[in-house]
Nanobody, 127 residues
Framework: QVQLVESGGGLVQPGGSPRLSCAAP????????IAWFRQAPGKEREGVSC????????HYADFVKGRFTISRDIAKSTVYLQMTSLNPEDTAVYSCAAVFIYSCPGTTIATALIGSWGQGTQVTVSS
């Protein structure tokens, strides 16, 4: 299994712009696409963003388009999720996942394609 470690969550004021990181073992990004998911209390987990292993192309859920940016640093084997204009509805546990696919199929990803999950990081948007 690929070990993923998220960081960067915490308490954020509305309108804030935190950046989440997903650190992976060396060479992981050459073989796996990386996706971010979130799960709010009482809600189902939903795909937020995905970055393709093949070419680094980003994919976003409609509810974060224009506000979140996914990127990667292959040398550091790390994927980032820059979040902006946060609102309380963005409060959730954010988790990254290694996906057994070279090109992201959007942000709806079958569970069977996910190789590993990070431990998750809580993002709470509140004043």
């Amino acid at each position: 299994q690929v070990q993923l470690v998220e960081s960067g969550g915490g308490l954020v004021q509305p309108g804030g712009s935190p950046r989440l990181s997903c650190a992976a073992p060396e060479f992981t990004l050459n073989h796996y696409s990386i996706a971010w998911f979130r799960q709010a209390p009482g809600k189902e987990r939903e795909g937020v963003s995905c970055i393709s292993s093949s070419d680094g192309s980003p994919h976003y859920a409609d509810f974060v388009k224009g506000r979140f940016t996914i990127s990667r640093d292959i040398a550091k084997s790390t994927v980032y999720l820059q979040m902006t204009s946060l609102n309380p509805e963005d409060t959730a546990v954010y988790s990254c996942a290694a996906v057994f696919i070279y090109s992201c199929p959007g942000t709806t990803i079958a569970t069977a394609l996910i190789g590993s999950w990070g431990q998750g990081t809580q993002v709470t948007v509140s004043s």
